[in-house]
Protein backbone atom coordinates (compact mmCIF):
# COMPACT_ATOMS: atom_id res chain seq x y z
CA UNK A 1 0.00 0.00 0.00
CA UNK A 2 1.74 3.49 -1.20
CA UNK A 3 -0.15 5.76 1.03
CA UNK A 4 -1.76 5.86 5.00
CA UNK A 5 -5.50 6.86 4.31
CA UNK A 6 -8.10 4.39 4.11
CA UNK A 7 -11.60 4.52 2.78
CA UNK A 8 -14.22 3.38 4.48
CA UNK A 9 -17.39 1.82 3.33
CA UNK A 10 -21.03 0.80 4.05
CA UNK A 11 -21.00 2.63 7.92
CA UNK A 12 -24.00 3.08 9.49
CA UNK A 13 -25.58 6.54 9.80
CA UNK A 14 -25.09 6.63 13.62
CA UNK A 15 -21.60 5.89 13.75
CA UNK A 16 -19.36 7.85 15.25
CA UNK A 17 -15.45 9.47 14.93
CA UNK A 18 -14.70 8.30 17.99
CA UNK A 19 -16.19 4.99 17.51
CA UNK A 20 -14.54 4.36 14.21
CA UNK A 21 -11.17 5.65 15.84
CA UNK A 22 -11.22 3.19 18.90
CA UNK A 23 -11.93 0.09 16.08
CA UNK A 24 -8.73 1.20 13.94
CA UNK A 25 -6.72 2.03 17.35
CA UNK A 26 -6.32 -2.03 17.62
CA UNK A 27 -4.67 -2.10 14.11
CA UNK A 28 -2.43 0.91 14.93
CA UNK A 29 -1.58 4.77 15.85
CA UNK A 30 -4.97 6.85 14.23
CA UNK A 31 -3.94 10.58 12.78
CA UNK A 32 -7.33 11.26 11.73
CA UNK A 33 -10.76 10.14 11.16
CA UNK A 34 -13.36 12.49 8.88
CA UNK A 35 -16.86 11.10 8.39
CA UNK A 36 -18.75 12.24 5.63
CA UNK A 37 -22.66 12.89 7.48
CA UNK A 38 -25.04 11.27 5.91
CA UNK A 39 -23.28 9.48 3.57
CA UNK A 40 -22.55 6.45 5.00
CA UNK A 41 -18.66 6.80 4.14
CA UNK A 42 -15.44 8.46 5.75
CA UNK A 43 -11.45 8.09 6.08
CA UNK A 44 -9.08 7.02 8.09
CA UNK A 45 -5.08 8.18 7.83
CA UNK A 46 -3.25 5.65 10.25
CA UNK A 47 0.49 6.67 10.81
CA UNK A 48 2.21 4.31 8.25
CA UNK A 49 1.28 2.88 4.83
CA UNK A 50 2.08 -0.23 6.63
CA UNK A 51 -0.33 0.07 9.59
CA UNK A 52 -3.09 0.94 7.11
CA UNK A 53 -2.27 -1.83 5.03
CA UNK A 54 -2.39 -4.09 8.17
CA UNK A 55 -5.88 -2.14 9.26
CA UNK A 56 -7.77 -2.80 5.58
CA UNK A 57 -6.78 -6.89 6.03
CA UNK A 58 -7.93 -7.29 9.33
CA UNK A 59 -11.15 -4.98 8.87
CA UNK A 60 -12.53 -5.16 5.10
CA UNK A 61 -15.64 -6.73 5.24
CA UNK A 62 -15.89 -7.39 9.14
CA UNK A 63 -19.32 -6.35 10.36
CA UNK A 64 -19.18 -3.02 12.49
CA UNK A 65 -22.27 -1.78 13.90
CA UNK A 66 -24.67 -4.21 11.85
CA UNK A 67 -23.33 -3.45 8.55
CA UNK A 68 -20.12 -5.12 6.82
CA UNK A 69 -17.66 -2.24 6.41
CA UNK A 70 -15.73 -1.76 2.75
CA UNK A 71 -12.47 -0.78 3.39
CA UNK A 72 -9.81 0.16 0.99
CA UNK A 73 -6.79 2.43 0.12
CA UNK A 74 -8.36 6.61 -0.21
CA UNK A 75 -7.90 7.56 -3.90
CA UNK A 76 -6.78 11.16 -4.10
CA UNK A 77 -9.47 13.50 -4.82
CA UNK A 78 -10.08 14.05 -8.38
CA UNK A 79 -9.40 17.32 -9.98
CA UNK A 80 -12.22 19.77 -11.19
CA UNK A 81 -10.15 20.43 -13.50
CA UNK A 82 -10.64 17.13 -15.60
CA UNK A 83 -14.07 16.31 -15.03
CA UNK A 84 -14.70 17.34 -19.05
CA UNK A 85 -18.18 19.01 -19.55
CA UNK A 86 -21.36 18.46 -21.69
CA UNK A 87 -22.30 20.13 -24.70
CA UNK A 88 -18.67 19.47 -26.26
CA UNK A 89 -18.95 19.04 -29.83
CA UNK A 90 -21.52 21.30 -30.66
CA UNK A 91 -21.26 22.55 -34.46
CA UNK A 92 -24.80 24.41 -34.61
CA UNK A 93 -26.11 22.24 -37.46
CA UNK A 94 -29.42 22.36 -35.60
CA UNK A 95 -31.22 19.77 -33.80
CA UNK A 96 -30.45 19.40 -29.99
CA UNK A 97 -31.49 17.02 -27.78
CA UNK A 98 -34.89 14.89 -29.36
CA UNK A 99 -35.23 17.19 -31.98
CA UNK A 100 -35.59 17.06 -35.87
CA UNK A 101 -32.17 18.50 -37.68
CA UNK A 102 -32.84 21.13 -39.50
CA UNK A 103 -32.08 21.91 -42.87
CA UNK A 104 -29.73 24.06 -43.96
CA UNK A 105 -30.73 25.19 -47.14
Known sequence: MQGSKLYVGNLSYSVT??????????????????????????????SSPAEAQKAKDALNGTDFEGRTMKVD??????????????????????GGFGGRQRSRY
Open 17 to 46: KERLEELFAGQGEVKQVNIIEGKGFGFVEM
Open 73 to 94: EALPPKSRDSRGGGGGGRDNRG
